[in-house]
């Protein structure tokens, strides 16, 4: 708790009025790749408590499509349109191309964890299904050219995440950002022109 709350970020994020710190492992992300450049549709998968939506509503155009979607509820946030439920299901996700506006997006986006049991290895199976789950989202609903940041784990499956990723883009970064704690075992992929 004490790293927590003397943690830089934390404190940034408190005085910036994000909701979490992890909205500056996604600035550092564009920051580098130039991640928000053309989009004007987004989607944000697993998006609870909303710093990445709120970093995507800062970054890309007024007007632009931004949707977010959990199995949590959110606080209201300006210009999201925030789904609650399971993006898998089918009513859910019927919901989600309404609220797109047809078939595309520019770019999806899933800081996504699982809920966690304490056992390593139930744990990894869990959150490479949940980047499964988010590649066949975008496998389908992705323009082509368009791009993807998804949150992985280091594990047994990690290696099978990043062949996976490579069938769908023609340029498959690996990208641990500062913001991202050096103790954590997180990482993200970067999908970079869908193909």
Same mark, same amino acid.
């Given at each position: 708790?004490?790293?927590?709350?003397?943690?830089?970020?934390?404190?940034?994020?408190?005085?910036?009025?994000?909701?979490?710190?992890?909205?500056?492992?996604?600035? @550092?992300?564009?920051?580098?790749?130039?991640?928000?450049?053309?989009?004007?549709?987004?989607?944000?998968? %697993?998006?609870?408590?909303?710093?990445?939506?709120? #970093?995507?509503?800062?970054?890309?155009?007024? &007007?632009?499509? #931004?949707?977010?979607?959990?199995?949590?509820?959110?606080?209201?946030?300006?210009?999201?349109?925030?789904?609650?439920?399971?993006?898998?299901?089918? @009513?859910?996700?019927?919901?989600?191309?309404?609220?797109?506006?047809?078939?595309?997006?520019?770019?999806?986006?899933?800081?996504?964890?699982?809920?966690?049991?304490?056992?390593? &290895?139930?744990?990894?199976?869990? %959150?490479?299904?949940?980047?499964?789950?988010?590649?066949?989202?975008?496998?389908?609903?992705?323009?082509? %050219? %368009?791009?993807?940041?998804?949150?992985?784990?280091?594990?047994? @499956?990690?290696?099978?995440?990043?062949?996976?990723?490579?069938?769908?883009?023609?340029?498959?970064?690996?990208?641990?950002?500062?913001?991202?704690?050096?103790?954590?075992? @997180?990482?993200?992929?970067?999908?970079?022109?869908?193909?």
């Amino acid at each position: 708790m004490h790293d927590h709350v003397n943690d830089h970020y934390v404190k940034s994020a408190t005085n910036a009025g994000y909701r979490s710190r992890a909205a500056y492992k996604l600035l @550092e992300i564009d920051q580098k790749f130039n991640l928000f450049k053309n989009v004007k549709k987004a989607v944000d998968l %697993g998006c609870a408590p909303g710093s990445w939506s709120q #970093v995507i509503l800062q970054k890309i155009a007024a &007007g632009s499509i #931004v949707v977010g979607v959990d199995l949590l509820e959110i606080d209201p946030i300006y210009g999201l349109n925030f789904i609650q439920g399971d993006f898998t299901t089918d @009513e859910i996700l019927k919901q989600l191309v309404n609220a797109i506006g047809d078939k595309v997006v520019d770019l999806v986006v899933s800081d996504m964890a699982p809920n966690l049991s304490g056992i390593k &290895g139930v744990d990894q199976a869990r %959150g490479a299904h949940l980047v499964e789950l988010v590649l066949e989202f975008a496998k389908d609903y992705l323009i082509t %050219g %368009g791009k993807c940041v998804i949150k992985v784990f280091h594990g047994g @499956e990690f290696d099978k995440l990043v062949k996976q990723m490579r069938t769908l883009f023609n340029q498959v970064i690996i990208f641990k950002p500062d913001a991202s704690r050096s103790k954590s075992s @997180e990482t993200y992929l970067l999908g970079l022109d869908k193909l």
